[in-house]
């Protein structure tokens, strides 16, 4: 009978920690310097953010260039939802996994066809294991600079 409870609840627990997976990438951005000219000032221009994440132990890519936009000019940051850390995280590997995100934000002006580049940043965040993500939201700090 101890057994069977010392089962249950190690089942029960396993269980509650799949529900509590977060996988979420949170990216923050100044752009002050990027409003000049036309360069923000159309009402459908947009921040493009890219998420790459890599697995340094094992030399995998979990995922590349996952793109999310953001049409709120006054806006600083973003939640970025990754379940690709989740499927990768259940999988079975020779080292524990060791993640380099790397992220890129870009503003892009709609006063041309095709949208243009207007002003961009980019920064890489090492050392985040499976646990990071099981936790809370990731934290992508400093800010990324957009000139």
């Known amino acids: 009978m101890k057994k069977l409870l010392i089962l249950l609840t190690t089942m029960l627990f396993g269980i509650t920690a799949g529900f509590a997976q977060v996988d979420i990438v949170n990216v923050t951005w100044d752009a002050e310097d990027c409003f000049e000219g036309?360069?923000?000032?159309?009402?459908?221009?947009?921040?493009k953010i890219t998420i790459s994440i890599y697995d340094?132990?094992?030399?995998?890519?979990?995922?590349?260039?996952?793109?999310?936009t953001e049409t709120d000019m006054n806006a600083t940051d973003i939640d970025v939802y990754i379940p690709e850390v989740d499927n990768y995280c259940n999988k079975t590997?020779?080292?524990?996994?060791?993640f380099t995100i790397y992220a890129t934000v870009t503003l892009m002006d709609t006063s041309t066809s095709p949208a243009t580049e207007c002003c961009s940043g980019n920064d890489d965040y090492s050392s985040y294991s499976c646990h990071d993500f099981y936790d809370d939201v990731i934290e992508l700090t400093p800010a990324i600079v957009l000139n």
């Open 38 to 47: 036309t360069c923000g000032a159309q009402a459908l221009d947009y921040f």
């Open 93 to 98: 590997f020779i080292y524990t996994p060791s």
């Open 56 to 68: 340094d132990a094992n030399t995998q890519w979990v995922i590349q260039n996952k793109t999310v």
